[in-house]
């Protein structure tokens, strides 16, 4: 399992329109609205790093209002939830 989270810069009047799109996103998990330099935060978990290509480049990036996107990759995750029993539910 990839983890990541994509911080995104967006138009002004695109925020909950693009929140919306992303959500309903195979593979994005959760989006938050943050304050700060940021408008956006999308989490994201996929089982490899080409459906993590394919659903940021391929598709994400693709959303329209988004100006700039950075992508952090997750190394390790350290969380009291078992994320990956969690997600692996019905595989």
Known sequence: MVSGMVLLILERDRIGGVA????????????YSV???????A??????????????TGRMLK????VRSETLIAFKVYSRYD???LF???T
């Open 63 to 66: 959303v329209k209002g988004i």
């Open 43 to 56: 989490v994201v978990r996929v089982p490899n790093n080409d459906a993590l290509a394919d659903l940021i």
């Open 83 to 85: 994320l990956e029993r």
């Open 20 to 31: 919306d799109e992303l959500v309903a996103m195979e593979g994005v998990t959760e989006v």
């Open 88 to 90: 692996a539910i019905g």
């Open 35 to 41: 304050a700060g330099h940021y408008d956006l935060v």
